[in-house]
């Protein structure tokens, strides 16, 4: 879940909601060629941008439930192009 600011009007004053974050939340070189289960594993935990996941160790995100060799592979490709890795564990 993420949360994003409404401005009402003219008023000085902002109202937070709430949104469910859904796979077309992800950043498109993130979701192209990951499985579903893999995308709803990243969005559940709150993870939708590659600088996000590249904070992560590979262990820490195959422990995601949804997440196996292929998307790892899949992830540390989209990662690369962008000139990113995952972290140090």
């Known amino acids: ?15 937070e909601t709430s949104k469910e974050a859904t796979t077309n939340d992800l950043e498109a070189d993130l979701s192209a060629g990951l499985s579903k289960p893999a995308q709803r594993a990243l969005i559940n935990a709150g993870y939708l941008r590659l600088d996000q996941i590249s904070k992560l160790t590979e262990a820490e995100v195959l422990q ?10 899949t992830i540390r490709r989209a990662l690369a192009a962008k000139g990113l890795s995952f972290g140090d564990g």
């Open 1 to 15: 879940m993420y949360r994003s600011i409404i401005w009402k009007g003219d008023s000085n004053m902002a109202k």
């Open 64 to 73: 995601l439930h949804g997440m196996g060799p292929k998307a790892i592979d």
